[in-house]
């Protein structure tokens, strides 16, 4: 059972370009919904993270924005930089006294061009 | 801070061999997991601890996979026997016990492939 579904699959940006990526999930109990970036060879690492209270949170050139009565929520990656290309995974998260647990999306693979 | 190590980084093993990954959580960490990402597709946990204790090994067919964290340091991830359809990175994360940051931090992973 795939909770939480992820698109696009893949995208192409020039740099200075938007990149946006959207999720939706089905598991209204998730405590929070955090964005991973995983770069060739490497784990996964966390880029930014919302609550479900909290409408938009900005860090940098990275927006999420978030629907809950839609039960979506989306990524946006402002002036794309060559070095943004990578795999981004978003997921929803339960906070749990013995440790959250994370159900990821199936990853967006990202390049920007020069 | 030193990250989550995991050894090997590699491994090409037969059909039907057995195989282990070690993984290192960053120190005091309580919470340590086990992930398997597929090519293409988004990490699965399959086996969750705190301390030494197993808190979520739902998705972990135990059939052949099992795993453990002596003295709630290290873990191993064991596949006996192996599958083809095994083929895929193993990711360990680990996290403190509130996650105050919302995030785990993963080692690099083992890439297994079956032949």
């Known amino acids: 059972q795939q909770q939480v579904k992820q698109s696009p699959q893949s995208l192409i940006v020039q740099k200075g370009g938007i990149s946006i990526i959207n999720c939706a999930y089905e598991?209204?109990?998730?405590?929070?919904f955090p964005w991973y970036q995983q770069f060739p060879g490497k784990g996964p690492a966390l880029l930014i993270a919302?609550?479900?209270?909290?409408s938009e949170k900005k860090e940098g050139r990275f927006t999420i924005s978030f629907n809950k009565s839609a039960k979506q929520f989306s990524l946006h990656i402002m002036d794309s930089q060559p070095g943004d290309s990578a795999t981004y995974f978003c997921?929803?998260?339960?906070?749990?006294?013995?440790?959250?647990?994370?159900?990821f999306g199936g990853g967006t693979r990202v390049l920007v061009k020069p | 801070e030193a990250g989550v190590a995991q050894s090997p980084r590699y491994k090409i093993i037969e059909k039907r061999q057995s195989v282990a990954f070690w993984c290192n959580p960053i120190?005091?960490?309580?919470?340590l997991y086990w992930y398997q990402q597929i090519l293409g597709q988004g990490p699965k946990l399959l086996i969750q601890?705190?301390?030494?204790?197993?808190?979520?090994d739902s998705q972990l067919p135990k059939d052949r996979f099992s795993a453990e964290r002596l003295k709630g340091v290290d873990s191993t991830l064991k596949i006996q026997p192996a599958k083809l359809e095994d083929s895929a990175v193993y990711l360990c994360?680990?996290?403190?016990?509130?996650?105050?940051?919302?995030?785990?931090?993963f080692g690099s992973g083992t890439r297994l492939t079956v032949v």
């Open positions: 919302i609550r479900p209270d909290v």
């Open positions: 120190s005091g960490h309580a919470t």
């Open positions: 994360a680990s996290s403190d016990r509130q996650g105050g940051n919302y995030g785990y931090t």
């Open positions: 598991n209204t109990a998730f405590d929070y």
């Open positions: 997921a929803g998260g339960l906070i749990k006294a013995a440790g959250n647990k994370l159900t």
């Open positions: 601890f705190q301390n030494n204790g197993v808190v979520d």
